[in-house]
């Protein structure tokens, strides 16, 4: 009996002490996250910062001076490129570490390796679509050029330097959560930071729904609900724009491009990445110089998908804001430029039907012989489990996706099995090259050289300078194709579907300073159809492009607070289109109290998305119903998977089609008419809001329905952000969602010293224990912007400087 005691007295804490020490499903090991020394309680930073400090790091050429102002910002002082980036780096490392590793984990297709056997499938897409071969090809770009290198190199030093100075105690706090560590940084994670950008920016793909589509309709159906210009549009390119240059010839189609398919469920086009970014010249401007906004729309989280920084060497002295894991400032400004960005939505990623051989998948259909495939074996390390390797085909078009149907995984939703994918991220680029010139830029002929190094993913770049220029450039690099080229899915087996060539960069899409006086995009369609190339057949709607010109044509003397408060107007262009026929439709005597309520409220509508607004709450269910109600019926059939048409091509048929065919039911005996749908879709609304919020009243504010919210990036309950009371909507220019939106609002003056004026939702700090985690938050969501502190030497007085940092070469 004494043994078993005392076998029960060692055995038990042994167990426990494992138990405490490990992690078990979500639940982090609770003694090693508890511990006073190096668990959570160390991570909680304190209120004052050390005014002055120095350290010694053996990857310095010179000594770099950093100061950082009253929200954490760097600014870096270096005496040459190598030591800028070295410095970048590490102090970028300071503040982001987690967030740098875990988003290239993400993009390489790692997140098993942290959280085990649940993210198989999300590992297996990443890997699939080609990420880490897309990553390998551009560091291979990158390192050919050697100032890219150097960049890549001196700042994955600078990484390196942070990582190997920390203890358990001075982890990350998500590191203590997930019960992993960091490792060392290496070039190949800042190509798949890149790269990830590609795939949030241009991985979505519309040709599996497509030919579906056609393959049930018929090409007619198609040409009219998607056709290949909206019917209404406000181009990037202003209409009348010469094309001051001799096209290429364009490809010919083969006969026919016609592919069958079939799959999994349903989509409505929804909107989620947008931007905006608008140019004035001097001519419009209170100063007599150009002014920049920029305000590109993200998926929104904590930490910020930004780090602010800026960066004084020999030949630059940048401020803006960089991509944490990356060299060098993407959006920003010097004291000669400014420039910005907003996606183009070019249509640079093809799906090709590959016919193999046999169920071995070595060779395939092509040019009427058979051809190899290539394998890439893809070993995925998985938690608390045996490694998985996953054989992924390659074709010389590019991977082969999906052999067979996955279940369960909605990423693989617009995924056609048996696919080659064709994709512009999969090949050599340097898109560092281009941001180190921008950063360096002294005028347009700057502007216009750096934009022939950038590749995808492709940008409406816009430009001013204080030489009183301004310029906007769809920019990137372009297949050469022929007209819908990809709109289906293609045929893999005919030369003739493979991208024949590429655009020149000089014909790319561009105007500088045109009559007008301003530039603007928000990612509608770059130009009109004079345009000699095909970039896309669709484009993002022509809502918030329009508003923002409306706007700028009449706007004179305009001041930076004029493009500040421009940046959180949200009118809604689509309520000016639609609401007063639809109103008028409306059988008043079939409503209940509260359904005339609504109406009255939707009636007087300013037509604002206001955060108070009930009207905005109404009209938005109300008319995202009703294109429900006119397209679910045709276009939800159990096993094909199909899209809606547009919003665009909603609205001309409210406005100019009041008969159609497409209003009927073809599910019900009656025969619906608009009307009939108009009616349904309102009550709808109504009675929707009513069961969520209640009567009729401020809970259905428009603030409550929108609910926007700013989530931790690996949503870690706890270190998201409260529910913001703020207006906007995806159809505005505050182009708002519940976790989607501006993710950085910037607005530059140029002139002698160019001033500049930003925010971003977050905070400078990765860590949720720090002040500066998420201090900007509450200044964002009420749409104002900080005055930028634009250093011209380490001991300028004009900043508010509170702590200094001396990194000495050892």
Same mark, same amino acid.
């Given at each position: 009996?004494?043994?078993?005691?005392?076998?029960?007295?060692?055995?038990?804490?042994?167990?426990?002490?494992? !138990?405490?020490?490990?992690?078990?499903?979500?639940?982090?090991?609770?003694?090693?996250?508890?511990?006073?020394?190096?668990?959570?309680?160390?991570?909680?930073?304190?209120?004052?910062?050390?005014?002055?400090?120095?350290?010694?790091?053996?990857?310095?050429?010179?000594?770099?001076?950093?100061?950082?102002?009253?929200?954490?910002?760097?600014?870096?002082?270096?005496?040459?490129?190598?030591?800028?980036?070295?410095?970048?780096?590490?102090?970028?490392?300071?503040?982001?570490?987690?967030?740098?590793?875990?988003?290239?984990?993400?993009?390489?297709?790692?997140?098993?390796?942290?959280?085990?056997?649940?993210?198989?499938?999300?590992?297996?897409?990443?890997?699939?679509?080609?990420?880490?071969?897309?990553?390998?090809?551009?560091?291979?770009?990158?390192?050919?050029?050697?100032?890219?290198?150097?960049?890549?190199?001196?700042?994955?030093?600078?990484?390196?330097?942070?990582?190997?100075?920390?203890?358990?105690?001075?982890?990350?706090?998500?590191?203590?959560?997930?019960?992993?560590?960091?490792?060392?940084?290496?070039?190949?994670?800042?190509?798949?930071?890149?790269?990830?950008?590609?795939?949030?920016?241009?991985?979505?793909?519309?040709?599996?729904?497509? $030919?579906?589509?056609?393959?049930?309709?018929?090409?007619?159906?198609?040409?009219?609900?998607?056709?290949?210009?909206?019917?209404?549009?406000?181009?990037?390119?202003?209409?009348?724009?010469?094309?001051?240059?001799?096209?290429?010839?364009?490809?010919?189609?083969?006969?026919?491009?016609?592919?069958?398919?079939?799959?999994?469920?349903?989509?409505?086009?929804?909107?989620?990445?947008?931007?905006?970014?608008?140019?004035?010249?001097?001519?419009?401007?209170?100063?007599?110089?150009?002014?920049?906004?920029?305000?590109?729309?993200?998926?929104?989280?904590?930490?910020?998908?930004?780090?602010?920084?800026?960066?004084? !060497?020999?030949?630059?002295?940048?401020?803006?804001?960089?991509?944490?894991?990356?060299?060098?400032?993407?959006?920003?400004?010097?004291?000669?430029?400014?420039?910005?960005?907003?996606?183009?939505?070019?249509?640079?990623?093809?799906?090709?039907?590959?016919?193999?051989?046999?169920?071995?998948?070595?060779?395939?259909?092509?040019?009427?012989?058979?051809?190899?495939?290539?394998?890439?074996?893809?070993?995925?390390?998985?938690?608390?489990?045996?490694?998985?390797?996953?054989?992924?085909?390659?074709?010389?078009?590019?991977?082969?996706?999906?052999?067979?149907?996955?279940?369960?995984?909605?990423?693989?939703?617009?995924?056609?099995?048996?696919?080659?994918?064709?994709?512009?991220?999969?090949?050599?680029?340097?898109?560092?090259?281009?941001?180190?010139?921008?950063?360096?830029?002294?005028?347009?002929?700057?502007?216009?050289?750096?934009?022939?190094?950038?590749?995808?993913? !492709?940008?409406?770049?816009?430009?001013?300078?204080?030489?009183?220029?301004?310029?906007?450039?769809?920019?990137? @690099?372009?297949?050469?194709?022929? @007209?819908?080229?990809?709109?289906?899915?293609?045929?893999?087996?005919?030369?003739?579907?493979?991208?024949?060539?590429?655009?020149?960069? $000089?014909?790319?899409?561009?105007?500088?300073?045109?009559?007008?006086?301003?530039?603007?995009?928000?990612?509608?369609?770059?130009?009109?159809?004079?345009?000699?190339?095909?970039?896309?057949?669709?484009?993002?709607?022509?809502?918030?492009? @329009?508003?923002?010109?409306?706007?700028?044509?009449?706007?004179?003397?305009?001041?930076?607070?004029?493009?500040?408060?421009?940046?959180?107007?949200?009118?809604?262009?689509?309520?000016?289109?639609?609401?007063?026929?639809?109103?008028?439709?409306?059988?008043?005597?079939?409503? &209940?109290?509260?359904?005339?309520?609504?109406?009255?409220?939707? $009636?007087?509508?300013?037509?604002?998305?206001?955060?108070?607004?009930?009207?905005?709450?109404?009209?938005?269910?109300?008319?995202?119903?009703?294109?429900?109600?006119?397209?679910?019926?045709?276009?939800?059939?159990?096993?094909?998977?199909?899209?809606?048409?547009?919003?665009?091509?909603?609205?001309?048929?409210?406005?100019?089609?009041?008969?159609?065919?497409?209003?009927?039911?073809? &599910?019900?005996?009656?025969?619906?008419?608009?009307?009939?749908?108009?009616?349904?879709?309102?009550?709808?609304?109504?009675?929707?809001?009513?069961?969520?919020?209640?009567?009729?009243?401020?809970?259905?504010?428009?603030?409550?329905?929108?609910?926007?919210?700013?989530?931790?990036?690996?949503?870690?309950?706890?270190?998201?952000?409260?529910?913001?009371?703020?207006?906007?909507?995806?159809?505005?220019?505050?182009?708002?969602?519940?976790?989607?939106?501006?993710?950085?609002?910037?607005?530059?003056?140029?002139?002698?010293?160019?001033?500049?004026?930003?925010?971003?939702?977050?905070?400078?700090?990765?860590?949720?224990?720090?002040?500066?985690?998420?201090?900007?938050?509450?200044?964002?969501?009420?749409?104002?912007?900080?005055?930028?502190?634009?250093?011209?030497?380490?001991?300028?007085?004009?900043?508010?400087?509170?702590?200094?940092?001396?990194?000495?070469?050892?």
């Amino acid at each position: 009996m004494n043994k078993i005691k005392a076998s029960i007295c060692i055995i038990v804490p042994i167990l426990l002490a494992y !138990a405490l020490n490990t992690k078990f499903g979500n639940v982090p090991p609770v003694l090693k996250f508890l511990n006073p020394f190096t668990g959570f309680w160390q991570n909680a930073e304190r209120t004052t910062v050390k005014a002055n400090n120095e350290i010694s790091l053996k990857g310095t050429i010179e000594n770099v001076d950093i100061a950082f102002d009253d929200r954490m910002i760097p600014h870096i002082f270096a005496q040459n490129d190598h030591d800028l980036y070295y410095a970048q780096g590490y102090i970028t490392a300071v503040h982001r570490l987690w967030q740098m590793d875990f988003q290239t984990r993400f993009a390489a297709g790692r997140i098993s390796e942290v959280v085990g056997k649940k993210a198989i499938e999300l590992d297996r897409y990443q890997r699939r679509m080609g990420m880490v071969y897309g990553a390998e090809n551009s560091l291979e770009g990158m390192m050919a050029d050697p100032k890219s290198k150097e960049m890549i190199l001196a700042y994955t030093e600078g990484i390196n330097a942070y990582i190997k100075s920390l203890s358990p105690s001075k982890l990350p706090v998500e590191y203590k959560i997930l019960d992993f560590k960091p490792e060392a940084w290496t070039p190949i994670k800042c190509a798949l930071l890149l790269k990830q950008m590609s795939a949030v920016l241009a991985m979505g793909s519309d040709e599996f729904y497509m $030919s579906n589509i056609r393959n049930k309709f018929g090409t007619d159906v198609v040409k009219d609900l998607f056709p290949d210009y909206p019917f209404k549009e406000e181009p990037i390119i202003p209409v009348g724009t010469k094309w001051d240059f001799k096209p290429l010839p364009i490809p010919a189609a083969p006969l026919t491009d016609e592919t069958a398919t079939a799959a999994i469920k349903t989509k409505q086009k929804e909107e989620g990445i947008g931007s905006n970014n608008w140019a004035l010249s001097g001519a419009k401007t209170a100063s007599g110089l150009p002014m920049l906004a920029n305000d590109p729309h993200l998926d929104l989280t904590l930490p910020s998908i930004w780090y602010q920084i800026q960066l004084h !060497a020999p030949g630059v002295n940048a401020y803006g804001v960089s991509l944490p894991g990356a060299p060098g400032i993407i959006i920003g400004f010097n004291k000669d430029i400014a420039w910005g960005v907003t996606n183009v939505a070019a249509d640079v990623l093809d799906f090709y039907q590959i016919k193999f051989k046999d169920d071995t998948h070595k060779d395939y259909w092509y040019n009427n012989q058979w051809k190899k495939t290539s394998s890439r074996l893809e070993t995925i390390s998985i938690r608390g489990d045996k490694d998985v390797t996953d054989t992924v085909r390659y074709t010389h078009h590019g991977p082969v996706v999906y052999l067979q149907k996955v279940k369960g995984f909605s990423k693989a939703n617009n995924i056609p099995v048996g696919n080659a994918l064709r994709w512009i991220a999969h090949d050599k680029s340097n898109e560092l090259k281009t941001f180190y010139l921008l950063n360096r830029g002294k005028n347009y002929d700057d502007y216009r050289n750096a934009l022939t190094f950038y590749t995808a993913p !492709a940008q409406n770049f816009i430009f001013a300078s204080a030489e009183n220029d301004i310029a906007i450039t769809a920019n990137g @690099k372009f297949p050469l194709k022929w @007209k819908n080229q990809g709109k289906f899915i293609l045929d893999g087996s005919d030369p003739k579907s493979d991208w024949q060539g590429w655009i020149p960069s $000089s014909q790319n899409p561009t105007v500088k300073n045109p009559p007008r006086g301003f530039v603007s995009s928000a990612n509608q369609s770059s130009t009109d159809p004079s345009y000699p190339y095909y970039i896309n057949w669709e484009f993002s709607p022509y809502e918030r492009g @329009k508003r923002i010109n409306d706007r700028l044509k009449v706007m004179e003397k305009a001041t930076a607070d004029s493009l500040i408060k421009m940046q959180t107007d949200s009118y809604s262009i689509h309520a000016q289109n639609i609401l007063p026929t639809i109103l008028a439709m409306v059988n008043k005597l079939d409503l &209940n109290a509260t359904q005339k309520e609504a109406l009255r409220f939707v $009636s007087e509508w300013n037509k604002y998305y206001e955060a108070k607004s009930l009207a905005a709450s109404v009209f938005d269910i109300w008319t995202k119903r009703l294109q429900f109600d006119i397209w679910d019926d045709e276009f939800t059939i159990a096993n094909i998977p199909m899209r809606y048409p547009s919003r665009n091509r909603t609205v001309q048929l409210i406005l100019k089609e009041p008969n159609s065919k497409w209003l009927d039911n073809i &599910n019900t005996p009656a025969r619906e008419t608009l009307a009939d749908l108009v009616n349904e879709a309102f009550k709808f609304s109504c009675d929707s809001l009513e069961r969520k919020y209640g009567p009729i009243g401020k809970s259905w504010a428009w603030a409550n329905l929108k609910h926007t919210n700013i989530p931790h990036m690996a949503k870690i309950p706890g270190f998201g952000s409260k529910l913001l009371v703020t207006g906007g909507g995806k159809m505005t220019i505050n182009a708002l969602g519940e976790s989607n939106g501006p993710s950085w609002r910037m607005v530059v003056e140029l002139g002698k010293t160019p001033k500049g004026h930003g925010v971003f939702p977050g905070g400078q700090s990765g860590n949720p224990g720090s002040r500066f985690y998420d201090d900007m938050i509450d200044t964002w969501s009420h749409g104002k912007l900080y005055d930028l502190f634009y250093m011209q030497s380490v001991d300028d007085k004009s900043a508010k400087i509170i702590s200094q940092l001396k990194i000495s070469k050892k």
